[in-house]
């Protein structure tokens, strides 16, 4: 299926009429681009630079552990600086059509893939000092197709260098509301990566508008650390250990009451061996820590898998 190329005005604006306003994003904690058409942006002057990216996407029918549904396969890289972004890059137009210098660039860094203006998806201007006009193109394959260029990108040129590997991005939200797709966004993005990835999301009617602001708003909530976890567990192991000292001493002192001739005998004993309790107890007290913050990280680890969020 092709992308809506139906947002680009490839030729001549029409003559009369007003065209339609060009989609946002509109999700709340994601800053606006301003949107302009294919038509805009190649009248630009020559003081503009212009980047090409693309989304490979595939329909999925699996199921994560039997019943989270994976809905899509979407492919992004991991770049040689630790960013994710979409392959692609700039294009230089003096010598390239915009689909000319992408596919250049996908040759190199996926070897086994060609995109058409029919794949054009959106064009925005980019923020901060440099002119920046950024092209988006989504092409959707098939589930096997993906795969084939998933294999096929491992032996391209740029791989272990340019690119450090595919990855696919997870669109559900399990029920932790952090799992998946949340914990995705939370990763550092280079460039408009981010925003394109959402938008396409949108516009292609692969995640619903109010399921992506809950998965951005959900990475600006602050997270609890594995050692907020391990330090609650230490106070619990802690509590638990101090009540059963409280028992212990209560039945302590019900036999001496008993017995009155124990208590000088028993007396000396006790200040003696004080010195020392006091030293195992410190000694179990950083053994019990300890412990309580590798139960910490464990179960931070070995969380149940949640339900996705419907």
Known sequence: MAAVGMMAATGPLPAMGALPPLPTLGVPGVPELKPLTRYEAMRL??????????????????????????????????????????????????????????NRVLGLGLGCVRLTEADYLCSHLTEGPHRVVAHFYARQLTLEELHT???????????????????????????????????????????????????????????????????????????????????????HLSAHKAGNELAKAGNELGERAEHPGMVHAGAEH??????????AEQLAGAEVLEQSVGLGADAVVEQAVADVME
């Open 149 to 235: 260029i998933e294999i096929s990108a491992v032996h391209s040129r740029d791989h272990g260098m340019e690119v450090m590997g595919m990855v696919r991005v997870p669109l559900y939200t399990q029920k932790d509301r952090m799992g998946g797709l949340p914990n995705f966004l939370a990763n550092s993005f280079v460039g408009t990566a981010k925003f394109q990835l959402l938008f396409a999301l949108k516009i292609l009617n692969m995640v619903p508008e109010e399921k992506l602001a809950e998965a951005v708003a959900a990475t600006q909530r602050p997270k609890k650390t594995a050692i907020d976890h391990a330090g609650g567990a230490a106070g």
């Open 45 to 102: 002057g020559p003081g503009w630079s212009h980047s090409c990216h693309a989304m490979l996407y595939a329909p999925n029918p699996g199921m994560l552990f039997g019943r989270i549904p994976l809905r899509y396969a979407v492919l992004m890289q991991m770049r040689f600086d630790g960013l994710l972004g979409f392959p692609g890059g700039f294009v230089d137009r003096r010598y390239w059509s915009l689909e000319d210098g992408l």
């Open 270 to 279: 006790q200040l003696v061996g004080l010195e020392g309790q006091v030293l």
